[in-house]
């Protein structure tokens, strides 16, 4: 007797999800001043740590799968290789889907201090005065300010606050990109990518000569980021069936 293992038996499949970084295009080379940016800055980007959770899949008949393993959040860290790549435990239907989604950050829901008890998610703790939780983002590195004069940039994005400290923003974003893919048998990888430049050009230009390195305590720069934000992401699927 033959058993099959055609296609057809294959009804639900496992989901990578592969974490890539890229600036004008070409992969990221952390630590050199190379980059320029839209308006002008020469830059250099040294560390970056981000979470993105509550990835969802939309199925063509509308279907909406949600990836719920680890809490639905996922830490991408450039220093730790392993966090590039992350297969949860959830397993998709097989079939078409339209479309990914993911928040940026972590939901107002689930940001609370005391989430992560063990590094490194736990050191991207937000201090609690200033809203608590967990940065979304710590993207570090330096630009050439005016005077030729090297300067840091902590391009930090979390929960934010007004100047009194009594008013708190959830900063935190949704991206949709439409995908046309099937899923297939083995694969199933879907490669995000952050285009890194995108962070600072539309629809606010960013010039850290005139918003600064530092803005975790600027509510107005994290509200531009995060409106650029949506912008730094595509999506590419790719997964192969047997003959
Ligand atoms: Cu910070």
């Known amino acids: 007797m033959i058993t099959s ?8 499949v496992a ?6 970084h890229t600036v004008n295009g070409s ?5 050199v001043m190379k980059y320029t940016n ?6 250099e980007v040294d560390e970056l740590q981000y979470f993105i959770s509550e990835i969802t899949l939309t199925a063509a008949d509308g279907q909406r799968i949600e990836i719920k393993s680890d809490s639905a959040i996922h830490y991408i860290d450039l220093d730790i290789p392993s966090t590039l790549s992350w297969s949860p435990k959830d397993l998709i239907p097989k079939g078409d889907y339209t479309s990914i989604s993911f928040v940026f950050g972590i939901n107002e829901t689930k940001n609370k201090t005391g989430l992560f008890v063990n590094p490194p998610e736990r050191d991207m703790f937000w201090p ?11 993207m570090n590195g330096k630009w050439k300010a005016e005077g030729d004069i090297i300067t840091p940039f902590n391009f930090h ?8 400290g009594t008013v708190f923003y959830q900063n935190c974003f949704t991206v949709t990109l ?6 297939a048998s083995l694969g199933n990888v879907f490669t995000v990518t952050m285009n890194i430049e995108k962070w600072f050009e539309a629809p ?6 005139v918003i600064g390195g530092q803005i975790m305590m600027n509510q107005p720069a994290m509200h531009m980021a995060a409106e650029n934000g949506v912008n730094a992401f595509h999506v590419i699927f790719q997964g192969t069936d047997p003959e």
């Open 5 to 12: 293992c055609g296609k057809d038996d294959v009804k639900s």
């Open 15 to 20: 989901p990578t999800f592969v974490f890539n």
């Open 27 to 31: 992969e990221l080379e952390k630590g």
């Open 38 to 43: 839209l308006a002008g800055n020469l830059y």
């Open 128 to 138: 609690d005065i200033m809203g608590g939780g967990y940065h979304y983002m710590k």
């Open 157 to 164: 994005l979390g929960i934010g606050m007004n100047m009194a």
């Open 178 to 183: 439409p995908l046309n893919i099937h899923t």
């Open 204 to 209: 606010n230009l960013w010039d850290w000569n």
